[in-house]
Nanobody
Framework: QVQLVESGGGLVQAGGSLRLSCAASGRTFSSYAMGWFRQAPGKEREFVAA????????GYADSVKGRFTISRDNAKNTVYLQMNSLRPEDTALYYC??????????????WGQGTQVTVSS
C-alpha cells in the first residue's frame, strides 16, 4: 500500500514556473513507477509525465515536452514535477500516482488527492 500527498500547486502567471511534489508513505515507493496526471474542468484526466522506479527513464505528453521535468528521490520517497513556461491551458488539478511505467491511468494503482494549478493569462 502506498499513500500519496501532493503539494506545490498554486496560482501563477503565464510564463511562470511551479514545482509540484508528491510525498509517498510506505517502504515500497522505490519499486513503483510514478506518474503525474491532470484533469481540467469538463475534461477527462490526461497523462502528463512518468518516471520509472530508478529515475533513469522518463516519458512526457507531447503538450508538456520541453517545459516539464519529472524526477524522483527514492531516499526521500518523493517525486517532483518541475513546470516551466506555464500556459493557461496547463490549468488543472494535478495528481500523482504509483504503478507501472506506462502512459495510461489504468496501470496506476495508487493515487493522491491532487493539487490545483491555475495559470492566468
Amino acid at each position: 500500500q502506498v499513500q500519496l500527498v501532493e503539494s506545490g500547486g498554486g496560482l501563477v502567471q503565464a510564463g511562470g514556473s511551479l514545482r509540484l511534489s508528491c510525498a509517498a508513505s510506505g517502504r515500497t515507493f522505490s519499486s513503483y513507477a510514478m506518474g503525474w496526471f491532470r484533469q481540467a474542468p469538463g475534461k477527462e484526466r490526461e497523462f502528463v509525465a512518468a518516471v520509472n522506479w530508478s529515475g533513469a527513464n522518463t516519458g512526457y505528453a507531447d503538450s508538456v515536452k520541453g517545459r516539464f521535468t519529472i524526477s524522483r528521490d527514492n531516499a526521500k520517497n518523493t517525486v517532483y514535477l518541475q513546470m516551466n513556461s506555464l500556459r493557461p491551458e496547463d490549468t488543472a488539478l494535478y495528481y500523482c500516482a504509483a504503478g507501472s511505467f506506462r502512459f495510461i491511468s489504468a496501470t496506476y494503482s495508487f493515487w493522491g488527492q491532487g493539487t490545483q494549478v491555475t495559470v492566468s493569462s
